[in-house]
């Protein structure tokens, strides 16, 4: 997996390039240093939130645009992976899971499990992505054939659009499912 310096770094140039802008253009409108942005650009440097979003702000994109990983195949990050950008004014940190695609609909879900018989869902509308954030307790979930053990702060994601399950391993599970439909 691509680490987060080298998708902003990429993601950051390739913005600028389609905004028709200069590094000193897009520095200017950012209220950033020239330096910062080529740091950015060479994946070199190490942006906080407010760095980010004011490129973001600069260029027409969210926030999420410039730090997504945008997988097709599932994707799982645990919760002791997470490589959020820190904020230079709190003791705070983003980690972007997901960004929600442009017309996309996404429904949102709380799950409570207990240990027992897995939840096998079929296929739904083709297109169809699941977000799992185990919250509490443990959980094999994901594609039927390859499922996945998660634990508490733990994310995947997974294409809704083939067989899959959530079975609770520990007593007390939930978490949040977010369907998307692209």
């Known amino acids: ?15 600028r390039e389609a905004s028709g802008l200069s590094v000193s253009e ?4 950012a209220g950033v240093s020239k330096a910062t942005v080529s740091q950015l650009e060479g994946g ?26 945008q997988a097709n195949a599932p ?4 919760a002791d992976d997470l490589a959020g950008v820190p904020s ?4 705070y940190s983003a980690t972007l899971l997901s960004a929600s695609p442009p017309g996309a609909r996404r429904d949102i879900y709380l799950i409570q499990a207990e240990p ?16 799992v954030i185990l919250l509490a307790g443990e959980a ?3 594609p039927v054939d390859d499922p996945v053990a998660l634990s508490p702060g733990d994310y995947l ?3 809704g659009d083939a067989p899959h399950i959530f079975e609770a391993t520990a007593a007390g599970t939930s978490a949040v499912l977010i369907s998307e439909l692209r």
């Open 75 to 78: 994707t799982l990050i645990r």
């Open 26 to 29: 897009l520095a200017r409108r």
């Open 157 to 159: 994601t997974y294409p």
């Open 116 to 131: 027992g018989d897995a939840r096998r869902s079929d296929p739904h509308h083709p297109g169809t992505i699941e977000h």
């Open 88 to 91: 230079s004014a709190a003791a």
């Open 140 to 142: 094999r979930v994901g």
């Open 1 to 15: 997996m691509e680490d987060l310096r080298t998708r902003i770094a990429r993601t950051l140039r390739r913005e």
């Open 44 to 69: 070199s440097g190490n942006p906080s939130v407010e760095t980010l979003w004011a490129l973001g702000v600069a260029l027409g994109v969210p926030f999420a645009v410039l730090v997504d990983q």
